[in-house]
């Protein structure tokens, strides 16, 4: 086994993206910027590069990976696509992943669907992923390129934070457009369930299918021990080290605050440390700020960070997903 102890950082040009799919074609890690946030990516049907992904990332294996894939011929090679299915892939290439029965003689390495009949499929959107992808001719499984239960990368600089020398390359394009994880929809058995909100907003993906996503059942995605739905909902998951503070209305002296707009509560003016998700209050440049600001504001070492009250539509709803997460208690705390 290669084992590397230090991590190149390049400049996401053409001859950086060809090394990567070579490195990804050895079964090594490259971590790459899709439009939504960056990726931890292994070649997905090579099982132990997938083995050394999960180690890289310290997650359990029962979380399955997302297959990234260059377009929807591509995708139809792993996995079966019904009438809703169909539908919702007119948004590739973008933000949305689709879980679907895993399709026979599927090539995706077992690990990478931690055992499940189905399969998370992406085409992301990105000029990066998708040159990486055309060249390697192969699907790329991706988790968010952070160590399993930290806020996930929207800057090169975050991936090294969180995964220096565990990983061969990172290919540095700056930050990423969208900012928060895609939107997850599974459409199995005829059902269509919104299993986690994200970059496309649920209203779009209602309008195509012409009809609204069913609810999640509770008890599928948060069970304990068997593989849940999705089993990245997990209640505390993008965990920053200050305690979160949601729909704060005063803010307390000494505290952080993620700001939102420009009505401020009582306290926000004589805050040491505030910073705004946007200052106009447009929730697509909110989301775009979200991890880089919580990461920021985790930094400056205060004990806890006040959030001013974000409106839940559109990217809203993600928005606000993610900082429920934020603010969750902390397995064994
Ligand atoms: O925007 C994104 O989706 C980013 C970029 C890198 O593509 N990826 C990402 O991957 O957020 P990850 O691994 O951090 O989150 C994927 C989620 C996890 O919650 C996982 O449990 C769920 O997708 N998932 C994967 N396969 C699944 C399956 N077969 N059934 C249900 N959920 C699945
Ligand atoms: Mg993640």
Redesign the pocket.
Known sequence: MNVRVTTEVAEADAAAIKAAACILRNGGLVAFP?E????LGADATNGFAVAKLYAAKGRPSF????A?VSDLAAARLIAQFDDAANRLAAFWPG?L?L?LPKRAGCLVAELA?AG?E???V?V?SHPVARDLLAILRRPIV???ANRSGHV?PTHARHVLADLDGRVDLVLDAGNTPVGV??S?V?CIDGSTQL??P??LPRTDLERALGHPLMPVDAAAIDNGNEAP?????LASHYAPRARIRLNADRVNSGEAVLAFGTNWPPGGQDAAVLLNLSERGDLVEAAANLFSHLRALDATGAASIAVMPVPSEGLGEAINDRLARAAAPRPGS
């Open positions: 899709t939504t946030v960056y990726g979380n399955p990976l997302i990234h933000p992943t879980v669907t499940l189905t399969i998370a992406r992301p991706a988790p968010s996930s994880e895609s997850i599974a299993l986690r994200g970059g739905m999705a089993p990245g909902m």
